[in-house]
């Protein structure tokens, strides 16, 4: 291979990652799911357990283990720092985009490849859900990688070309889309392929794809983990596919309930500034001029029935969050991309100074919302974290009650896990989808450790009168339910949490009765 080939393959692969990279360290992790995800991480490193995934020491079954195992890694190689807990979501995002880049310069060519990339990378919604630790880029990445290679396995077919491995490469990224986070890394790529192959004519290849190699590769990358769990947990099945998964998808009891349409508006919303320049393109589109490479049949009608099924699948359910919708991105970026190429006749100038100066106005942009975040957004812990340290040191123990705070034991590098005392009996707790309902049935795979970790409300003055000291963390109303915390200045207090540092012999002399 040459060396301008060489570096025509990687030199704009690395420009992507580098702008991923680029913000990805300047914001703390936002509360819950970034802390809750790279604490499950961390957990993975401090108990030496890269099985079982658990949250403050209890089995976390609410997703399988591969963002843990990426990040527990980035975290044992780069250390405890905000850019190494966001390596499986920058992954994710990067891996989506060099398959999308990848696929459209094989079969279409360069210069819209290049126009593709930029497009889906200055999306803020895409460049946001990349810096964002929790599991739904990773999965995007993950299904954006199969279904790319399963339509190159069926273009290379159709062409005489070798197709063996990437059609066993695509059952491989499928085994890895299951374990990022569950069925949907199977359900989603296929029914993309199958629709694609029925609408475009090659119905008969929908059973070509079937591939014995290919199902045997994928049960040997996801089958061990889940077999493992159910041998380990014999209610894991029932609650991860049941419980997690179906029920989730078709009943209405859960969190985050939109109407069907949520989606449209918030792609719209999200992809600005890129969406006018659509509008622009597609109400004056030209023919293709003589020399203009000519689009593969097909890979147009992928990209818009990717980008149905997507967005038609996550708006079926009751419960709806932005980046169940992430993996819509890459086809959204090809199509606003090939409009704007279409009108310009494929010229990297010609598609017009205003498509040039959209890319530079997103990207401006992504950067500016991550600033926003970082100055606005005042929910972490991060601030009490050299506190708390400091009296952890010195053997006052720490409690947490009423919530979990996930992200303190991050920035703590905390080795156990945090008592955590509410009223875990409330006959209202099976019905709401927070952060005590998580721990709730976590400590149901394991009784043995909730029971030291899951506290009632008859042991809180147990823990006043059994230390000098005691840190206490928690809501900033928790003194209404604990009045003696009201007793004694808050130490630190941030927009959701406060810490306070409870001397026994002051509650004792306002009153605190100890045996």
């Known amino acids: 291979m040459s060396v301008t080939r060489l570096r025509s393959n990687w030199l704009w692969p690395l420009l992507m990652l580098g702008w991923l990279l680029l913000t990805a360290g300047w914001r703390p992790l936002a ?82 490849a290049r126009w593709v990339s930029i497009a889906l990378l200055t999306q ?11 599991l739904d880029m990773l999965v995007a990445g993950c299904i954006s990688t199969t279904i790319v290679l ?13 197709y063996r491995l990437a059609l066993w490469s695509a059952y491989g990224m499928a085994g890895l889309g299951l374990l990022a986070k569950g069925l949907i890394g199977l359900v989603l790529p296929g029914g993309v392929l199958v629709f694609w192959l029925l609408l475009s004519g090659r119905w008969r290849r929908i059973l070509w794809v079937l591939s014995v190699p290919g199902l045997l590769l ?10 493992a769990m159910q041998h380990l947990y014999p209610d894991f099945f029932h ?39 659509w509008v622009w393109s597609w109400f004056g589109r030209k023919a293709p001029s003589p020399g203009e490479q000519p689009v593969v049949p097909g890979v147009r009608l992928l990209m818009v029935v990717w980008l149905v099924v997507i967005v038609g699948f996550f708006s079926m359910p009751n419960s709806k969050l932005a980046g169940y919708v992430l993996p819509a ?3 959204l970026a090809y199509l606003l991309a090939d409009g704007a190429l279409q009108r310009s006749q494929g010229r990297w100038w010609g598609a017009g100074r205003a498509v040039l100066g959209t890319a530079i106005v997103s990207a401006a942009v992504c950067v500016a919302l991550i600033g ?5 957004d005042k929910q972490s812990t991060r601030p009490m974290a050299p506190t708390v340290s400091a009296l952890l040191k010195e053997g006052v123990p720490l409690l947490y009650v009423e919530e979990f705070t996930y992200d303190l034991p991050f920035y703590l590098a905390l080795r ?12 209202e707790l099976p019905l709401h989808d927070n952060d005590r309902k998580e721990l709730f049935d976590a400590g149901e795979f394991r009784p043995d450790a909730a029971q030291r970790l899951l506290l009632r409300p008859q042991q809180w003055r147990v823990w006043l009168c059994r230390t000098p000291r005691l840190m206490v963390v928690g809501p900033p109303d928790a003194a209404k339910q604990f009045p003696e915390l009201g007793w004694q200045p808050a130490a630190v207090q941030v927009k959701r949490k406060t810490l306070w540092v409870l001397e026994r012999s002051q509650l004792i002399s306002h009153g605190l009765v100890c045996p």
Request: glycine content about 8%; charged content about 10%; hydrophobic content about 50%.
């Open 31 to 112: 509360v819950p799911d970034e802390g809750r995800y790279a604490g499950v991480a961390w957990e993975m490193i401090r108990s030496g357990d890269w099985l079982t995934p658990t949250l403050n020491g209890l089995p976390f079954f609410h997703k399988p283990p591969l963002f843990y195992w990426v990040t527990a890694s980035s975290l044992s190689v780069f250390g405890l720092n905000l850019v190494a807990a966001r390596a499986a979501s920058i992954l994710g995002a990067w891996m989506g985009a060099v398959a999308l880049w990848w696929f459209v310069k094989r079969w279409v060519g360069p210069n819209q």
């Open 124 to 134: 803020p919604f895409f460049f946001g859900g990349g810096q964002y630790a929790n």
């Open 150 to 162: 399963a339509a190159h396995a069926v273009l290379s077919a159709e062409q005489g070309q070798p």
């Open 218 to 227: 994928f049960a040997a990358v996801a089958a061990p983990w889940f077999l």
């Open 239 to 277: 609650y991860f596919f049941v419980y997690q998964h179906f029920q989730r998808f078709t009943q209405t009891g859960f969190n985050n309930a939109h109407p069907v349409w949520f989606y449209v508006p918030l792609i719209i919303g999200l992809t600005l500034p890129w969406w006018p320049v």
């Open 329 to 331: 991105l890459p086809p």
């Open 372 to 376: 926003a975040v970082v100055h606005y």
């Open 416 to 427: 156990e896990p945090v008592p955590t005392l509410t009223d875990w009996d409330s006959p």
